[in-house]
């Protein structure tokens, strides 16, 4: 019977842990199968860790099962998960002293009123359990409460990975050798002590050269996002020279002789034949319009290029820095073959398809080619369609699994399809 008790409280206390990280952590997903298994069973376990006063394990049961089913019910950064499960620990905790005050504050009141007397008992425990669930509950339906959380990580959000490790380090150092120099009377300096010296110290470097490579990271996005809108700007300076100068063609158009007239009128067929490359560059996610802009820039009269794209947000904030570069870099590979390979056929014709699949970012390159490509044998480090001692742009971008690829031929159309998964952001 004690048990089932334990059941039915444990059933309310964990569903009330469970809401109010739903509720603070703006969680959007329906209980599902699996979710309402893994519930069933925390429930069952953490009646079992009361009902035999496993109260050693308690804790560890909290931080060892609660973040998986709070991670199934609202996916997050690992930061934020985190984040989170101390936010609903430090908040159960809060409450479970105010629910154990305010019971002895009423039982207080009622043994000096009624002269009431209770003994703490496992069925007392039940009800501050209960009370406290009712407690969670509450809070978790305060909007100020909420915000506050939100706001919070918004600032904690903004240290990166390697500031944090390298702070809990230093923390962690400092506090050693102050408890070495409070001790040294007694100290005994042996092999395992020295050991233990020489492997933080070299914790500590390879933790300053991991912050050391985040900040160089960080400055080389900084740049190339500067380089795409500096090829953006170049773009709107080029359309305003190109429309100046068709209208300057055009006043002295009308005031030259035939022949004049002809060779002005060349010109300006030229320019108008230009394809319009700012409808496209606009279109383009930011991270990639720099980089696409530039290499296809130049071969704007002689190729026919068409782009359509599906992703309306910056795919920084979606890929690591390495992922980046290395799907940036295996984009202007698969460009540069393209134009190459496009540039020899009879019709010259580039498409270029950005859109999202399966949670990763993709771009597809379409090309017109003029050879007899061997699908299989792409990749290869001899292989080639260009002759000898070629294709090493191709063996390249086959090689690092940060951003894959995969190239085919439908219809006489060659296509290299580069994919990079998604990471969770916020």
């Not at 606009?282 to 296809?296: M, R």
């Amino acid at each position: 019977m004690k048990f089932l008790l334990w059941l039915v409280v444990n059933l309310f206390s964990t569903f009330s842990i469970i809401y109010l990280y739903y509720k603070v952590s703006n969680g959007t997903k329906k209980p599902h199968f699996k979710i309402i298994i893994m519930f069933i069973f925390g429930v069952v376990i953490q009646t079992i860790i009361q009902y035999y006063e496993f109260t050693n394990i308690r804790i560890a049961s909290y931080f060892l099962y609660f973040p998986i089913i709070f991670y199934m019910i609202n996916p997050v950064p690992l930061k934020k998960l985190i984040f989170y499960t101390l936010i609903v620990w430090f908040s159960g905790m809060a409450i479970d002293i105010f629910s154990i005050l305010l019971a002895s504050i009423v039982l207080f009141v009622l043994k000096i009123i009624f002269n009431l007397h209770f003994y703490y008992s496992e069925y007392v425990s039940m009800f501050l359990t209960i009370l406290a669930t009712v407690f969670l509950m509450a809070v978790g339906h305060i909007k100020y409460f909420c915000i506050l959380i939100s706001k919070l990580y918004s600032k904690i959000n903004k240290i990166r990975y390697s500031n944090l490790l390298l702070i809990v380090f230093s923390v962690f150092i400092l506090g050693f050798t102050i408890l070495m120099f409070i001790n040294l009377n007694s100290l005994n300096i042996n092999i395992l002590l020295m050991i233990i010296i020489i492997l933080m110290v070299l914790t500590f470097c390879i933790l300053l050269k991991f912050k050391m490579n985040d900040d160089e990271n960080i400055k080389y996005l900084k740049t190339l996002k500067e380089n795409n809108d500096f090829y953006i700007k170049v773009d709107d300076d080029n359309r305003i020279f190109k429309h100046n100068l068709i209208a300057k063609l055009l006043s002295i158009k009308s005031v030259s002789n035939k022949k004049s007239m002809a060779l002005i009128e060349d010109l300006i067929m030229q320019f108008n034949k230009s394809t319009d490359f700012s409808k496209s560059i606009k279109i383009i996610p930011y991270g990639l319009n720099g980089i696409i802009y530039q290499k296809i820039y130049p071969y704007l009269n002689e190729i026919k290029i068409k782009i359509s794209n599906e992703i309306k947000y910056d795919i920084f904030a979606y890929l690591k820095p390495r992922r980046y570069n290395v799907f940036v870099e295996k984009i202007v590979v698969a460009l540069d073959n393209a134009i190459e390979s496009s540039l020899t056929s009879k019709d010259k014709s580039i498409v270029i398809n950005i859109l999202e699949e399966n949670n990763s970012i993709c771009v597809e390159i379409k090309n017109t080619f003029n050879a007899d490509i061997n699908v299989d044998s792409i990749g290869n480090k001899e292989y080639s369609t260009k002759g000898k001692k070629r294709g090493l742009g191709l063996f390249s971008i086959f090689r690092d699994n940060e951003a894959t690829v995969s190239v085919r031929i439908i219809n006489n159309i060659f296509e290299s399809k580069i994919v990079a998964k998604k990471r969770l952001v916020d």
